[in-house]
């Protein structure tokens, strides 16, 4: 059977594929992220060394990396592998240590 142009397709991708190596690793320049901003955020948000945090769609894991000096524990969470790979780059050269990545 064969389906309408204007048919809406949810398996089909629209806009930035984060899954994609080239966008994930251009993300954070497009993004405008930046960890003095996340950590003031956090320290506003009142985090403290017994919390835990997560950051859902977590994407580069520049907060969740703020958060992991800061607080008990930091997860980030993220769909896309390619994201979480930086993520994770991110978390071990920043020594990062409670940040952890699912």
Not at 12 to 36: H, K, P, V
Not at 77 to 86: E, G, H, Q, V
């Amino acid at each position: 059977m064969q389906t309408a142009d204007w048919y809406y397709d949810d398996q089909r991708q629209i806009g930035l594929d984060f899954a994609d190596e080239a966008q994930a690793e251009t993300y954070d320049a497009r993004q405008g992220g930046n960890a003095e901003a996340d950590r003031a955020l956090l320290r506003r948000l009142g985090l403290k060394p017994h919390h835990v945090m997560a950051d859902i769609g977590c994407g580069t894991g520049i907060l969740v990396c703020e958060a992991a000096f800061l607080a008990q524990e930091a997860i980030g969470i993220d769909i896309s592998p390619a994201m979480l790979a930086r993520a994770h780059d991110r978390a071990a050269e920043l020594r990062a240590g409670r940040a952890r990545f699912i």
